[in-house]
Structures are given as structure tokens and as C-alpha cells.
């Protein structure tokens, strides 16, 4: 029997629907209330009737998530749900980290709209210039021995240009090719992955120390030991690099060594995160340290993503204006020399 997947909601309806809900469960609905409140907007209807049905027929909160479409982010997320029975902020988590990937996606994106298509019309007209300008001023010049250097500039851009182009759609089949793989590979091979990409490594290190700092401070201020949590953190399915991290550390505690060194020995940890666990005395203390640094994590990789973003523009008309001045100079400086000449 074939099985199909579920088709993904669009992300502004996920917003949506976490922000209609947590509100509710923060003032002490439960949740079969709080969807039927939910759905008194028609918008929300479908989903909250889908949910329900999944939930009467007894299944698990983040299967029947799966099954209405959700992100693969929140439904990580809503596995723990079942451990740490605090919906109210586990709902509020997951509308912050939906806003932020979100707004910062759609920032991204119109970052990048006028600059692509500045880049798409500067390299038509480059092109033009190839087929029609350019080899009528090599004609003129055909014959003499001192070709203007202009033309050379002209030459030099064409293959700059060429190499790039060819450079872009390497990358665009090597990124294709990684994510249709990247659910097969292992931990390992991801690993060495990301050491030959600094930025995506610390990307990945600020998203798991913070799904890490977040879950870890939850679980022991329900009680948990610090054993107890890695090894449901190990056990989960949903997040590779976090179930391996925790893996490390608690291999690493069973030789003897501190949490602190536990932790440095996780490449994907964040040095704040080893701080910490170099300072704290006890559980309750290491859980209200891990809550606010989960909430600074995510507000530094709010930042960086924006910072990121903002390099955009300058660099791509920056771009821009080189190819114009490549153009400018490819054009007028052998009509200068020509007039001269005659």
C-alpha cells in the first residue's frame, strides 16, 4: 500500500494557529478546549477539527501534528510534549521559532528581489554586448596591433562572469543533491559536513544548544535527573544532531569528566552552554540558567540571521556596479581611442 506524505501547511497558518492557542493554554484552557476555541475562526476550522479527530482516535500529540501538515521544527518539538507536560510555553516556543525562520525568510527574500533582478538585466545587456558590440569594435581593431586595453577588461569580465555562472549551478545541483540525501546520512558524515562550512556549523551549534537549553531546562524543573534527560534527549527521533550531542555527553560523564568538559567534547555546543555547566550547583540551578540561555540563543541567532541578511545588498551591487563600469569602459574607451586616432 502506498503511503503518501501529508501536505505541509503554510507556515503563516502554523503562526496563526500557535498564536490563537497559546494564549488559551497560558490562561488554563485544556487543550481539546482550546482547539474548539480556536476553531470559532473559520480560517482555523479545518485544522482544529483535523486535530481533534487524531486525538479522539488516541493518538500521540506530535503524530497527529505530522498528520495535519505541521513543520518538521515543531513536530520535535511537540514530542516532548508528552514528557514535559507544559503546553502553554511548549506552544509559545514554537510560535517564536516559526515567526523568527518565518520573518526571517521573507526578509531574505525581498532582500534579494532587487538585486536579482538588477544582476538579471545587467547580464542580459553583458550578453548583448558579447553577440553585437564587442566584435564590432574587435572588427575595427582587427588589424591593428595595439588593441585598446578596454577591450581586454571587456574579455576578462566575460570569463569572470562565465566561471561564476558555472560556479552557481554547481552549487545549486550540490545543495539538491544534499538534501535529498541529507536524511540518509549519518551523524558523522554531517558533521564533517558542516566543519567544511563554518557559518552553516554555527548555524546548527545555536539551533541545537538551543533546542538543547530549552527542552534540558523543562525536564528538570519537572523533576528529572540530568541522566534521566539525556537519555530521553538520545531517544527521540526527530533531531539527529541533538540525540547525538546528548549521546556524547553522556558517554563522556560515564568516563568520569565534569558536565562542563561533558559538553566541550560536543562540537555542536555552544561555549555559553559549557559555561554554564562549568557554574552551576544543582538542578534547579542549572534549569533557570538553561532557560534564559535558551532565550538568549535564540535572540543571538535572531540577530546573526538579520546581520547576514543585511550583507546582502552591498554585496550584490557592489556586483552591479562593477559589471556597469566593466560595460561603461568596454564601450566608451575604444570610441575615445578611435576618435583620437582619426
Known amino acids: 500500500m502506498v503511503s503518501f506524505k501529508p501536505k505541509l501547511l503554510p507556515i503563516p497558518v502554523q503562526i496563526?494557529?500557535?498564536k490563537r492557542m497559546f494564549p488559551l493554554l497560558e490562561k488554563g484552557y485544556p487543550l481539546h478546549q482550546a482547539l474548539n476555541i480556536t476553531g470559532w475562526d473559520e480560517e482555523l476550522k479545518p485544522l482544529t477539527s483535523e486535530l481533534l479527530f487524531h486525538f479522539k482516535k488516541g493518538e500521540q500529540m506530535e503524530d497527529a501534528f505530522a498528520k495535519a501538515g505541521f513543520s518538521q521544527i515543531v513536530i520535535s518539538f511537540l514530542y516532548f510534549g508528552k514528557i514535559r507536560k507544559d503546553f502553554p510555553s511548549l506552544f509559545r516556543q514554537c510560535?517564536?521559532?516559526l515567526s523568527i525562520s518565518y520573518e526571517t525568510k521573507k526578509k531574505f527574500l525581498h532582500t534579494l528581489r532587487y538585486p536579482v533582478i538588477l544582476l538579471f538585466f545587467l547580464t542580459i545587456t553583458f550578453f548583448f554586448m558579447k553577440k553585437s558590440v564587442i566584435p564590432s569594435f574587435e572588427n575595427?581593431?582587427?588589424h591593428e596591433e595595439d588593441k585598446p586595453w578596454s577591450l581586454y577588461i571587456f574579455h576578462v569580465m566575460d570569463y569572470t562572469i562565465t566561471i561564476m555562472t558555472f560556479l552557481f549551478i554547481i552549487l545549486l545541483i550540490v545543495l539538491s543533491i544534499y538534501k535529498l540525501c541529507s536524511p540518509s546520512l549519518s551523524?558523522?558524515?554531517?558533521?564533517?559536513?558542516?566543519?567544511f562550512l563554518p557559518y552553516v556549523q554555527t548555524i546548527k551549534s545555536y539551533t541545537v544548544s538551543y533546542q538543547f537549553a530549552i527542552h534540558a531546562s523543562s525536564m528538570l524543573k519537572a523533576g528529572f535527573s540530568?541522566?534521566?534527560v539525556l537519555n530521553i534527549l538520545i531517544t527521540q527521533p526527530k533531531q539527529q544532531e541533538l540525540s547525538f550531542s546528548a549521546n556524547t555527553m553522556l558517554r563522556s560523564l560515564s568516563e568520569g569528566n565534569t558536565l562542563g568538559m561533558a559538553a566541550n567534547e560536543s562540537i555542536l555546543m555552544r561555549r555559553e552552554m559549557i559555561s554554564v555547566f562549568h557554574e552551576a550547583n544543582d538542578n534547579q540551578a542549572l534549569a533557570d540558567e538553561l532557560s534564559l540561555?535558551?532565550?538568549?540563543?535564540?535572540e543571538q541567532l535572531k540577530t546573526?540571521?538579520?546581520k547576514t541578511i543585511q550583507l546582502i545588498h552591498p554585496v550584490f551591487l557592489t556586483i552591479a556596479a562593477v559589471i556597469i563600469i566593466s560595460i561603461y569602459l568596454s564601450i566608451m574607451l575604444p570610441l575615445y581611442n578611435w576618435i583620437q586616432v582619426y
Not at 551523524?187 to 566543519?195: A, N
Open 16 to 18: 496563526h494557529f500557535f
Open 187 to 195: 551523524i558523522e558524515k554531517k558533521l564533517k559536513i558542516y566543519r
Open 226 to 228: 540530568l541522566n534521566e
Open 95 to 97: 510560535y517564536q521559532l
Open 293 to 298: 540561555l535558551a532565550f538568549m540563543f535564540l
Open 304 to 306: 546573526k540571521t538579520e
Open 140 to 142: 575595427l581593431y582587427a
